[in-house]
């Protein structure tokens, strides 16, 4: 079974533009949550999504969004990008929507994204 | 808020046992206790997962005191390729205002050494 699946590896952009970033989840997988990683920071929750909908978010700012197709496929995008953006941005998935009891999340590789 | 504290970062030897301990006192009933295994410039890997007592599969075993306010991880026999930051996730989706979000630990730097 083909893993988590995410493009693209590696990219820079300059302040001001913005980013897609795709997410493709194990098949059969329906929730797909979304991760910022820094050094300074760690490992920070953007948002999820299950079939089509966002369920729930973490406290970034609305230049971060997400939205996810029919096929469970998403995407991420951030608009005007600013330095503090360069970060790994990890995309997990799982059979069920994250609830208190959180089970096993299957981690895409990430996109690490540069800001110049 | 089930916080989780983790050690920054623990040294060992190839070949002996290592044990990471989290802390998460306001553990919520339903939660369960996970823990991930990451490299660098990779995606976290689940490695194990329990809610009480005792759980072990082929490559660690989870300690989980009956207050479940805390949960070891044991690695047995570690080799070098055992290096990488562990993280301890205490199923929480936490409310703040209308986000609920998903929170990880600092995570543990465990390095092993030859």
């Known amino acids: 079974k083909a893993g988590v699946t995410q493009t693209p590896r590696y990219l820079i952009k300059t302040r001001g533009q913005q980013v897609t970033l795709s997410c493709s989840p194990i098949s059969g997988h329906r929730s797909v949550s979304w991760y910022q990683q820094t050094p300074g920071q760690g490992l920070q929750f953007l948002f999820e999504?299950?079939?089509?909908?966002?369920?729930n978010k973490g406290n970034f700012p609305g230049r971060f969004s997400g939205r996810q197709f029919s096929n469970s496929r998403s995407e991420m995008n951030v608009s005007t990008l600013e330095l503090g953006d360069s970060a790994l941005y990890l995309c997990?998935?799982?059979?069920?929507?994250?609830?208190?009891?959180?089970?096993?999340?299957?981690f895409g590789e990430g996109s690490r994204l540069t800001v110049l | 808020l089930a916080k989780t504290t983790q050690p920054i970062s623990m040294d060992s030897y190839e070949g002996q046992e290592v044990n990471i301990t989290c802390s998460h006192n306001?553990?919520?009933?339903?939660?369960?206790i996970t823990w991930y295994q990451q490299f660098p410039s990779q995606g976290p890997r689940f490695i194990i997962q329990?809610?009480?007592t005792k759980v072990t599969n082929e490559v660690a075993s989870l300690f989980i005191p009956a207050d479940r306010k805390s949960s070891t991880l044991s690695l047995p026999r570690v080799s070098l390729s055992d290096t990488a930051v562990y993280y301890c996730?205490?199923?929480?989706?936490?409310?703040?205002?209308?986000?609920?979000?998903?929170?990880f630990g600092s995570g543990t730097q465990l390095t092993v050494l030859p």
């Open positions: 996730l205490v199923g929480d989706l936490i409310s703040s205002g209308s986000a609920r979000q998903l929170t």
């Open positions: 329990g809610y009480k």
């Open positions: 999504y299950f079939s089509e909908t966002q369920r």
């Open positions: 306001n553990i919520a009933t339903n939660d369960y």
């Open positions: 997990a998935s799982s059979p069920a929507p994250l609830a208190g009891g959180v089970g096993e999340l299957f």
